[in-house]
Each structure stands twice: as structure tokens, then as C-alpha cells.
């Protein structure tokens, strides 16, 4: 069984700083990661996903992940926020024959 | 352009009615699933299907129904069994079933009220 944690439910930042958003999972086997973004009233957008290759991975918009075994955390970063990254994101675990499990969602604020 | 529909956007229903949410993809797709998100829980999976004509139960599969008649349409029926159907709904897809490094792509949901 896999289950991810997204440790803030809302994270608020200025424009032009960096952006952290937690992500810890929970998986049996080997799993893959996902992040994906929502804006108000849209469908989910795939920002970026590692699937056992490099463990640093770079995704749209700036954005990039860091698969962390030892710690079992894949944490979004970006290292200049924009206004236009504000919206929720949800980091996504799936695992070989399971189903894909989503996190609770983190809110972006991001202030002028 | 390729990619996934949904309609309506908005749907608004009376109590005790039954509604039905489309979603059509020309991903070429096999799986294709729903999901109900409300606010603060994320996505919970409503149904999922493999292949036309094959569908199954997800976590929250209640008061849902659904169809799979062709490979491009995953039609879901909202009950009047389902006890509190206010919600944003989603539907995707995927080249398989659950792939271990598959990527699933969202329609833009549709927001059910029931008034």
C-alpha cells in the first residue's frame, strides 16, 4: 500500500523568493512520484515525475523535485516565485499494480 | 488537438435526480478513471476502466455509476443513492491501467451542485 503526506496545507511567499512545498510518501515497493498543479476550477496539470532514473527532476515552469529514499520525501522547489504560480498542487505516489494515491493539496499563495 | 473533455462545466441537479458527467478523450487511452475532489481531501477515486467494456470500483464508488462503451467515452452517472454528490469532478486517462511510470491527464472537471 502506498499513501502520501503533504505537510503544509497552505504556504504563502512573496514574488522573486524561493517556493518549498513537502511532500512525504509511503510506498511498499518502488514507487513513482508525481507532481501535478491545479488553478481555480481547472483540471490537474503533470509539473514533472520520477520514475527511478535521475533524482533530481526538472519539470515545467522552473520547477524541480528531489527524490529522497533515506527520507522518503520528494519536495517541490522553485527558486523564484511568480504570481502566476499561485494554486494548489498535489504530489502524487504510485506504485507497480497499485492505484495512484494523492496527496491532500498545498495551496500557493504568492504575495506582490 | 489531443487531449480530454468534460461537460458541463457547471451542473446543478434537484435531490433525488439522476445526472451524468461526460468525459471523452482522443488520447488513444486505454484506462480511463474518475475522481471526486473536495476541498481539503484531494482526489479520491470514484472508477477506473481498462479496457472498453471493463470497468471497477474505486474507493468511493457508491451512489456512482459508469459505462465504457467505447474506447474514447467513460460516461459517470451521479445517483440519487449518492448521499452528498456536491463536489468537482475529475476524469483522466492514461496509456495503461496504473502504470508503474504512467502519467494520468486530466480533463478540466466539471462542478456538480446539488441544489
Known amino acids: 500500500a502506498q499513501s502520501v503526506t503533504q505537510l503544509d496545507s497552505h504556504v504563502s511567499v512573496s514574488e522573486g523568493t524561493p517556493v518549498l512545498l513537502r511532500c512525504n510518501y509511503s510506498?511498499?515497493?518502488?514507487?513513482?512520484l508525481f507532481w501535478y498543479v491545479q488553478h481555480p476550477n481547472k483540471g490537474l496539470q503533470l509539473l514533472l515525475k520520477y520514475t527511478s532514473a535521475a533524482t533530481l527532476v526538472k519539470g515545467i515552469n522552473g520547477f524541480e523535485a528531489e527524490f529522497k529514499k533515506s527520507e522518503t520525501s520528494f519536495h517541490l522547489t522553485k527558486p523564484s516565485a511568480h504570481m502566476s504560480d499561485a494554486a494548489e498542487y498535489f504530489c502524487?505516489?504510485?506504485?507497480?499494480?497499485?492505484?495512484?494515491?494523492f496527496g491532500a493539496g498545498t495551496r500557493l499563495t504568492v504575495k506582490p | 488537438d489531443g487531449g480530454i473533455t468534460q461537460s458541463p462545466k457547471y451542473l446543478f441537479r434537484k435531490e433525488g435526480q439522476n445526472v451524468t458527467l461526460s468525459c471523452e478523450q482522443n488520447l488513444n487511452h486505454d484506462a480511463m478513471y474518475w475522481y471526486r475532489q473536495d476541498p481539503g481531501q484531494g482526489l479520491r477515486l470514484i472508477y477506473y476502466s481498462q479496457i472498453v467494456n471493463d470497468f471497477q470500483k474505486g474507493d468511493i464508488a457508491e451512489g456512482y455509476s459508469v459505462s465504457r462503451e467505447k474506447k474514447e467515452s467513460f460516461p459517470l452517472t451521479v445517483t440519487s443513492a449518492q448521499k452528498n454528490p456536491t463536489a468537482f469532478y475529475l476524469c483522466a486517462s492514461s496509456i495503461d491501467l496504473f502504470g508503474e511510470t504512467d502519467t494520468q491527464y486530466f480533463g478540466p472537471g466539471t462542478r456538480l451542485t446539488v441544489l
Open positions: 502524487v505516489v504510485s506504485a507497480l499494480g497499485g492505484d495512484m494515491r
Open positions: 510506498s511498499s515497493y518502488s514507487p513513482s
